[in-house]
T-cell receptor
Framework: GAVVSQHPSWVICKSGTSVKIECRSL??????MFWYRQFPKQSLMLMAT?????????EQGVEKDKFLINHASLTLSTLTVTSAHPEDSSFYIC????????????FGSGTQLSVL | DAKTTQPPSMDCAEGRAANLPCNHS???????VYWYRQIHSQGPQYIIH???NNETNEMASLIITEDRKSSTLILPHATLRDTAVYYC??????????????FGQGTTLQVKP
């Protein structure tokens, strides 16, 4: 299957700081990427759709100024959690569709964010 | 996207077949049935998908009823490493927003020795 790389795997930060998470499609190009958040013992919740060269589309209830998404190239999307607070602590996961495989979605390994 | 209904949990003996059901009674004609699984603290892993015909790959088989309102994922010989949360999702197989996956609660499969 296609490879989606996510970095970092885990990050600990102080309250009020910003954290950037990177998502790369290593062996294919992706004009769209999806960002999810997952709290312990819960399912994945779609946060936003990242679009290369244009603005991201956010799901209802997700603050666009809080979660900044940039899709600068066909292989890289970034999610920045701005002014992080303890309630932003969560597991963040990205995914990208591979057109070579019928738009099948492949997922990164996730980023565990802990805000102190 | 159409919603799916899955049992919250199931047990299976190691070496036996695991049959995971999914109801998707409001599925549209252009929506596929996808199965993913998530092992603790990892990203979801693609298993299989289908439109209306039964499908089989090296990981599993997918049986879709003729009316497409339900399906069953079959792991033919479950191992301890198959212990995970299994998600059944219906999705239009196109890019962009129409191609997003909306996850339900899934089924936690516990494979026991």
């Amino acid at each position: 299957g296609a490879v989606v790389s996510q970095h970092p795997s885990w990050v600990i930060c102080k309250s009020g700081t910003s954290v950037k998470i990177e998502c790369r499609s290593l062996d294919f190009q992706a004009t769209t990427m999806f960002w999810y958040r997952q709290f312990p013992k819960q399912s994945l919740m779609l946060m936003a759709t990242s679009n290369e060269g244009s603005k991201a589309t956010y799901e209802q209830g997700v603050e666009k100024d809080k979660f900044l998404i940039n899709h600068a190239s066909l292989t890289l999307s970034t999610l920045t959690v701005t002014s992080a607070h303890p309630e932003d602590s969560s597991f963040y996961i990205c995914s990208a569709p591979d057109r070579r495989q019928g738009e099948k979605l492949f997922f990164g390994s996730g980023t565990q964010l802990s805000v102190l | 996207d159409a919603k799916t209904t899955q049992p919250p949990s199931m047990d299976c003996a190691e070496g036996r077949a695991a049959n995971l059901p999914c109801n998707h009674s409001t599925i549209s004609g252009n929506e596929y049935v996808y199965w993913y699984r998530q092992i603790h603290s990892q990203g979801p892993q693609y298993i299989i998908h289908g439109l209306k015909n039964n499908e089989t790959n090296e990981m599993a088989s997918l049986i879709i009823t003729e009316d497409r309102k339900s399906s069953t994922l079959i792991l033919p010989h479950a191992t301890l490493r198959d212990t995970a949360v299994y998600y059944c999702i219906v999705r239009v197989a196109l890019g962009g927003n129409t191609g997003k996956l909306i996850f339900g609660q899934g089924t936690t499969l516990q494979v026991k020795p």
